[in-house]
């Protein structure tokens, strides 16, 4: 998944704001899904949501404004009810070489719309 | 209404964005309800809630970050459906004066719940 | 220029946040400007900055998670230190067909790294 | 450090967006120095800047638009250039009485204005 850093996702050190790539890895997960045939949008209005528990980043290197970002997204592990993704985001120079960004691990649970946990669809499941 | 910049509320060139602004204003009028004694998340609830139709906002001057906001909001003019609002937003220095950062106005139009058009309450017309 | 509509982008009513349209017609200028064969990022770095001087917006339709959105920028007018641009924001159905969400105008002012007004690039000037 | 919970910082599930805390964090860090006589904006000024290394969040409960949030931010390690926080995020009924959010973790490190690994000022490190 490629995406180009926005204006307003950097702040006045010139650097991607830490707090903006929580909404990248969230478009890492949804594009994930997409190309795993499903839409996480189809999903909530199926009455299954997935909320996170568990959110954690390291930051090795900033990013800037009008960069090409690339965000790499795994499903790594899996329960009936749970599901854990890592991440690496990656700025990609003109002439297609990377530099290592940040790294990330997320927890999801599944839940109805009511907020209580219910299992994941089964081809969630790990 | 007051508030303090926050960092990621400001860009690279070191100033407020421009689209930031566009909350504080929704703060200023979430709290001209609860001065009126209303609670907009009450109201919203209650099946009413507001939808903007226009925004319109002029940048007189940046602010910048942790610099102490006041956000002066009125509402100037009503109907049966719609309600209009003004708003100056000031920075205000350590010893009290105030400078004007944004002059804007927003029109809402009132909708139920599946988004159709409906009557204000009696009390916010205008 | 065409998005996807982000989670964080939408608000508790399940539509694109009014304030998340500010992002996208700045990625709208600047796209206009690549298209043109210019960088705003190396713009900056060469002293000459962009500062929006006005924003109105007009809210037709609302637009949701996940939806395709297509923004259509065009520059308008221009002097020798300002310059006016005119938008229209679509979402794009899987058959290809648009429906208008919302229109609007910014008004730009160049101004050099201290803040203070200057000449647009010549090829900016209207 | 108290915040009342913004319309834009839900997403379309009613609930505060999982990266919105990021800002709520990073506003604790900065009143934390204040209290203790210091303006993270001077110290930027000064050329001393704090980037996170390191950011993980764990969410135990949802909060809601409107919401009455509470931070509690305490410095528990440090060293000659990196300082770490952890935070508990509560959010605070009519009555007074609190419930967990959120509890959170960060490292710190500190960089001079061109982005180099410096010493912390002495009074920060552990």
Redesign the interface.
């Given at each position: 998944m490629r995406l180009?850093v926005?204006?307003?996702e950097?702040?006045?050190?010139?650097v991607v704001?830490?707090?903006?790539y929580?909404?990248w890895l969230?478009?890492g997960r949804?594009e994930l899904l997409r190309a795993a045939g499903v839409?996480?949008?189809a999903m909530?209005e199926a009455g299954v949501?997935l909320?996170?528990?568990?959110?954690?980043?390291?930051?090795k290197r900033?990013a800037?404004?009008?960069d090409e970002i690339e965000v790499l997204t795994k499903a790594v592990r899996g329960s009936r009810v749970k599901i854990d993704h890592e991440y690496e985001v990656f700025k990609v120079s003109a002439d297609g070489s990377r530099e290592l960004c940040v790294t990330a691990e997320t927890t999801l649970a599944c839940v109805d719309g009511t907020?209580h946990v219910r299992e994941l669809p089964t081809w969630l499941q790990g």
């Open positions: 180009r926005r204006y307003n950097c702040d006045p050190m010139g704001h830490h707090g903006s929580a909404s969230e478009i949804t839409s996480y949008r909530e949501f909320v996170i528990v568990k959110l954690s980043i390291r930051y900033p800037r404004y009008d907020g």
